[in-house]
Every structure is written in C-alpha cells, then in structure tokens.
C-alpha cells in the first residue's frame, strides 16, 4: 500500500525530467572557490532535534532510532543517512541469533536448493563473473564470526548468498529493510561519439533543492573520482541481478518502467546504483557534470544555443521511512520490525508521472524529429503500439506479477485479448516483444502469452526437475502414504508424458542422474495445467503472427517467468532476439535468471514441512533425518530459493539458469532511445527487417486503424472489471505466490520499493 505522508513532499511537481529550459547552476555550484555543502530538507530540523532524541535505554548510548522517528515525522517520512544508519547499527550481536539463523538457511538450501550442486562448480558464461560457491563452507565461515553489531552479521549473510548470482536466492533481515537510501540524482547509460557515456536521467531536487533541471541529459564524467562509466559498472559487478555483467549494468542505471496502473504514462526508476535498501558506505556521492555539449532549441525565440555548465558537486544520500507500523525509538523499533513475529512488509513509494515519450516540438532535436508511435492499447501489464510503417506492432509487457494496489485488479488476460484485438484491427503483420526490465511474476501468465502467440504449443512447455536429497525424498513418500498433499511442496505437480499428477512418490525416489551435475534428481514434471491456458488453445492458422516475424527485445533484465517465456519463444519457435545496452562490443544474453519455481515465505515454507515430516510414523522419524528439517528463522527475515530447475526447451539435459545463450542482435542505447522508446523500437525495426514503407491501404483501413486507440472493440472486455479467480494466478503453480515475496527477493539491493518520478513541465 502506499501512505501518503511518506509520499506527500515529492508529490508536489518539482522533480522534472525535460523542463522546457534549462538555467545556470547556482553560484555556489559553479565557482571552485565556494565550497560545496550537501543539503538535506531535513538539516535544520536535525540539529535542533539531535538534542530532543532520547538515549536507549538498553545500551546507554544515544537512540539514533528515536532521532529517525523524529526526523520522519518532521520531513513527511525523509530521514538523514546519519540518523538512518545509525539506527540499523543500534542492535548489539547475539551469537544465538546467528547459530540458529545459519543453521536454519543452511537445513533449506543443502536440503532444497536446486543448484546447491552446480554452485560449486559453474560451467564457463562468457561476459560473467560468476564464481565457484561452496554454500556450506561459506555459511560454516558466517557461523564461525563475531561481528561488530546485527546488522553487520545480517549484511555479511546476504552478501554471501548474493555471490550465487541467483536472484531467486536470497537472504534479507526484514529489520533492516526499512529505509530505501536514495540520491537526489539519477543516471543512465548511453554510447555516443565513440564512447560509454554516463548522463543525468532525473532529479529530484526536493531532496537537494539547490539541483536544477538543466543538469538533465549533461553528461557525468566522473564519480568519486572516477570516470562514471567505470564507477557504475564496479558497482554493478557485485550484485546479484544476473550472471550477465551487461544487464547487471543496466540494472544500475535509470530505465523506463511500463506503469501498472494502466494509466497512459510510464515511470522512470532510479536504478540500483541511486536507490539502495543497503547502507551506502560514504554519506554523499561526488558527481562531475559537464553540460557543454548539451544543446536545446530556446521556445521564445527558437533558435539553438549552447550553454556550457562545469561542475562537481557531492550530493548526500537521503533516506525514505519505509516502515508500516509507528516507532518512536529503539526499543520499539526493534519489537515492530525485527523480532521474530514483527511484520514482514514495508511501504512502496509510487508518484505520478507525465507521459515519458510525448515531447514538445523544443525537445525533439535530441530526437531527430521522430515521434512516439500510435498507442493501440494499453493495460495495466502490457501496452500495445504500430509504428510508422503501419504494420509493425510493438507488444510491451511490463510484468507478469499481479498489481495489488487497489481498484487496478484488471485481469492480465483481458490485457492480452484487447491488446491482441487492438493489433489485428490495426493491420499489424510483424511484432516486436518488449520485455525490458520485467521481473517475472505467475508462471500461468507467461504460459498464457505463449499459447497466444503460438495456439498449437504443447500441454507441457515448461519442465522441471528438483533435487533428490534424503529430506526431500523422505517428504515426497510421505506426501502421498499419509495424505499431506494440502500441506506439501510436493503437491499438484504432473507428469509431463501421461498429463496425471503424480500419486505416487516414484517420480522422487529413487532419483535420477543429471549429466555432469553431483546428486541426484526428480525425473521431470510440469506444473498443474493452466485453466485460461486451455481455453485458447488452437491450430496455428489462429496464430497472429509467424515466428520470422516476431522479435523479442529485451535489456537483458528479462528474469524468472519472463525469461522461460522468452526462452520458450526462442528455443522452441526460432523467434529472433534483440539485446539493448550493457557494454559496447560486448555480447549479451537476452534473459537472466530463468531458474525455476522459488520458495519466497520462509515461515509458510518451514511449517509445511514440519507438518509432512510429523505425520511419518516415529520409527521413520529417524535422527539423521530430524536433524535436516529446517526450523524458522530466530528473528524478523526472508530466505528465497529455486526449488525446482527448469529444463531447456532445446536440450533436455541442461537447465536453463546456466545456459548462456547470447543475443543475436545487439544495440546500444542513446539519449533518443532512452528518452523515447518509440526511437529504440523503430531502430530495432530498421536493424532487423530494413525500412518499409507504409502500406496502401483503403480509406475504411485507415479510419479504423485510427479509431482503435479511441473506442473499444465489442469483443475486448473493459479494463477495471472484477478479475475471475483465475485472473488472479493459479494457485500452487505461481512463481513467488507469496504476496509480492518473489519480488522482494529478486536481488540484494531490492528494486520492490520503487522511487518514481515525476515529468510534469515548470518554469524556474
């Protein structure tokens, strides 16, 4: 949910992208004489309120959580870094919370972890800096440490499990969840002139009011002294997002976001090197910005000038109350947010945004003149386009993960049928599939999109398999000997070959080899079929578009249901794929992270475990056996894990997550074609299939085409109706069902608590 005094101060309309001119900088950022001072909205109220905060009563020492409380309440939920981390760094170590921490994850993932095996020993990824992981001797490592405070020992945890570079993997303290640290400025990457670039994406300057919009598109040079492109790609070499160094570089930097409210606008976010929910190691960050070669045609007098603007400037990080219940120190900061039972949630900061790519006749020079292409039809997942040869259409899903916010539960089906009509109407023959930065979400959403596209595909696209360790076998015999299937992981899953859920535990036990993996495994299954899914299936003459004309772009941020979707699209129907910025000359890989299903509630998981495992006859209870069920988290926490690996479509042997399969198409990004996707998706166009020109068409033609984005087809069903049961997911066959979990746990530096921004036009 979103609460508005957290949200109110940047609601106002300040932080813009374009404005319609640009200004000087300040004196005190110009001149090398006048030293820079980092501003906060909230630093006059902390002096006077450092005073005010109580000290803990517990330690003695002065209650940093109390000064957050304060300094939230004061500054509609903006918190100093100092008061911030402070707080987090309050909580002294107990080696007890430790021992059972680490002995808890370490029962889930030698149990459970699909890749617990592989991990050791990963196979070559080009352009991947993926290293050999021993969980067990690194989590042993984790246990056997004294650390300086909670936070410290929580941190050093996740930061292992990271190393994985499986964002389906993952460990986090919900404690210290609770701040979102943010920049007052955010950036994207381009290659232009011959060369990487680092460009100033957005501002936020009630954050740092003295920011203006005239540093919008100047160019970065460095970073904390650095050439920005080199501190950006360092930064994003040490997460988790993907076993790709190119998309976890995009990740990093700013990138347009489909909006899931369905409204006619999309979002910028910050990027993960701007926003962090880790405490970021330094106070400020120290930005060079040149503007020299930043031009703009003046509206008054339209004529094109340069103004030349230098400067560096150390901008302080700020931190967003997060929190869901009241604290006022550390005493209830602790009881709300990270004993054992404290509540698991946090706020997501969401603010409205103009249209990204509608751009003023003054703003198109960065453009050339191009102009955004013809929305056909646009939901609360996926937006539908035509370009300017007027047959080829641009599908853009955004997501397949359920928007909860309320009044905006429109089914994701509805979606795709109005989008699929829209585009039928309006003629289209080819189709480019943006998946940019889509994180994945239900497994039967991605299911429906491929059954869309190509009617006739099998009942069984997606395969599994899961790791065959003594508790798991032990689990699946005792799911079906003792009647557990409403409590068991192992419940509802089918047989690929015979299309029957299994009944039996033959498919576990005894395992089966895996050509060069350790261990044993599952023979293969498939999920429970999708209901929706079966409703549409059909021949391929009801397919709307062949294979060789269809197109899937993605920055390589295309993860878990997306990239078995794309994966799917590619392996088994030859689509052709495209891959958008990372490193310049460098391959990349279309999609991250395809994995496989993933555990995501830790406390849910441990207690259906714990049931099956009880209902065994005490004689099958055996010690070696007890001593493997995992037991729940000692404090407030999250561990998420891939459970069950999906098969590639094109070798049945090798699972997908550690297949790198390149893109065959590359393409930087520019200015134009961040600023405006319609640039990206006509160059694509170009790239792939060459200029076309529009075809003839009869006068009935093209008045219908053009009445598609203002009037409703009778067979599309209206946006904002009630969703059905199934519209909502499918149960137990959902990747991270668990309330948004899966999301939380993509990566390390959680991109769940998103920061958007606002584009509304305003004079300085």
Known sequence: MVCGPALMLLIAPAANARPPGAKRL?????DPNIPFQPASPSSSSSSSNVGTASTSSSTGRFDYCAMAAEESNANNGIVPY????GCYEMFEFDPSVRDQTVQSVRANLESFYVFYDIAKSPPYMENSDLQPVDLTASLISVGNTTYRDDYSFHAALAQQISQLQDPHTAYKSMCYQQFLFIQPLSTYGVYEDGRNQVKVATILNKLDPRLTNSLVDCEVTHIDGQPAFD???????????????????????????????????????????????????????EYKIDCAAKRFKSPSTSTTEEKPIQTTVALAWSALDATMLPYDDASSYHRQFCSQDSIQTVKKFVLDSAAADDFEDGKTELHNGRKKSKELYRGSYASFHMLSDDITAVFRLGTE??????????????????????????????????????????????????????????????????????????LAKATFLYDQDTNSPYEGLVDPATGDEVSNDSWMNPGNQLHGRDGVFSKKVTDRFCGAVDDIKGSDDDALFEAEDILILTNGYCGSTCAVLALQLHERYGVRTVA??????????????????????????????????????????????????????PANGQLAFTFRQVMSASDEEQVSEYMRIPSEFRMDYTSARFRMPSVLWEDVREEVWGVSASPESSEEETELAESITSITPVEMVKEGEEPTEEDQGEGEVLEGEEDDDLERAVEADREDLEWLQRFEAQSK
């Open 580 to 633: 958008v910025g990372g490193h310049h000359g460098q391959s990349m890989a279309f999609t991250s992270f395809p994995g496989g299903a993933v555990q995501a509630n830790n406390t849910l998981w441990v207690q259906r475990i714990q049931k099956v495992f009880n209902s065994m006859p005490i004689h099958s209870q055996t010690s070696e056996l007890r001593s493997l069920v995992p037991k729940p988290l």
């Open 26 to 30: 300040p004196r005190s950022y110009t």
């Open 401 to 474: 993960s359920p928007n909860k916010q309320v009044n905006y539960m429109a089914g994701f089906y509805k979606n795709i049928d109005n989008g699929f009509a829209a585009m039928e109407a309006a003629g289209a023959k080819r189709l480019i599939i943006d998946l940019q930065n889509n994180s994945g979400g239900i497994i039967c959403w991605g299911r429906y999109v491929l059954q869309t596209l190509f009617p006739s595909t099998v009942d069984s696209p997606y395969i599994y398999s899961l790791r065959a360790s003594p508790l798991a076998q032990a």
């Open 82 to 85: 100092k008061a911030a981390k």
């Open 231 to 285: 501190a950006v790609a360092k930064f994003a070499a040490k997460k988790s997002y993907s076993k790709d160094r190119g998309v976890r570089l995009n990740k990093a930097f700013s990138y347009l976001a489909h909006d899931r409210t369905g409204s006619p606008y999309d979002r910028y976010a910050l990027g993960t090197f701007a926003q962090r929910t880790k405490v970021p190691s330094n106070a400020t960050i």
